[in-house]
């Protein structure tokens, strides 16, 4: 058996989800339990190099775990994550190499979708369409704005094989300033902001997504009735001030235990 600490727990991340099994008891950041030595390796193996909201995540054990034991974990963490949540799960649709990248998961967009029904969504930035379809199949009137004309046509395409095509108005054009143009009161305001290349690193902040900074730099914000924004694991929510943050799980196999994004609504 391994006594095991886990420091830098935030309270929203819903962290017996985050852990798993294994008799948790909880004090401020910090969880605690007693781990057999396959279930201790596969926990640090899950939660190698990992920051939620900013805070990375600690795992100590004692004694400590052996090698082999470590490695073997390592090994199997990386076969479960060819387990993912699904992109897409019709046939027929259309990703270019970053949509495939960044793409909201099918399941999750709709989840998200469902907490806005037949509000009004402008989605600035809706890349492949996966939020922007989502928003629409749960009943909401969408605006998908898009400057690139190429994945706008694929967010066209993929909205046709989804049935909702007609639900979301498509606008090519910068996301900020459609978003301005089309700024409505009772309308939500949403923000899936290009992550980059460097996004999995232990911290994202504000300025290293322009279009996020632009917006919270402007009075935007207050010509919705919400901004919510989905960001990396990493980011530190704590720089959008009075940001209410989420961490939102896969449901794959290989990824329900992970933070697959955080939703910070404001």
């Known amino acids: 058996m391994h006594r095991t600490f886990v420091t830098g727990l935030l309270p929203w991340i819903d962290a ?11 004090e401020g950041r910090t969880a605690r339990a007693e781990l057999v030595t396959h279930a201790a390796a596969d926990l640090a193996a899950r939660l190698h190099n990992v920051a939620i909201g900013g805070s990375p995540i600690t795992v100590e054990f004692v004694p400590p775990l052996p090698r082999p034991a470590v490695r ?4 199997t963490d990386a ?4 387990e993912t949540s699904i992109g897409f799960s019709r046939p027929g649709v259309r990703l ?8 909201t998961p099918e399941a999750l967009a709709l989840e998200l979708g469902k907490r806005f029904g037949g509000r009004k969504v402008v989605d600035a930035g809706c890349g492949a369409g996966g939020n922007a379809i989502g928003f629409a199949r749960a009943g909401c009137t969408v605006v998908a704005v898009e400057q690139d004309a190429s994945r706008l046509a694929d967010a066209r395409h993929n909205a046709r094989i989804y049935g909702v095509e007609r639900s979301i108005e498509f ?6 300033d459609v978003a301005t143009r089309r700024a409505d009161p ?8 290009p992550w980059g290349v460097d996004w999995a690193r232990m911290g994202v902040s504000v300025a290293d ?12 914000r207050a010509r919705y009735a919400a901004l919510v924004v989905k960001l990396p694991p990493s980011f530190r929510v704590a720089e959008i001030d009075g940001g209410r943050p989420e961490a939102v ?13 955080l939703l910070v609504t404001r």
Request: glycine share 12%.
């Open 16 to 26: 017996p989800r985050l852990l798993g099994p294994g008799g948790w008891s909880f």
């Open 79 to 82: 076969r479960r994550r060819r």
């Open 186 to 193: 009772e309308a939500v305001l949403f923000l899936d902001p």
């Open 171 to 176: 606008v090519r054009g910068d996301a900020l």
């Open 209 to 220: 997504l322009p279009l996020l900074e632009t917006v919270l730099r402007t009075e935007l």
């Open 249 to 261: 799980y896969g449901v794959g196999k290989g990824d329900e235990r992970r933070v697959k994004f």
């Open 96 to 103: 270019d190499a970053e949509g495939k990248v960044s793409l």
């Open 72 to 75: 073997a974990a390592r090994t």
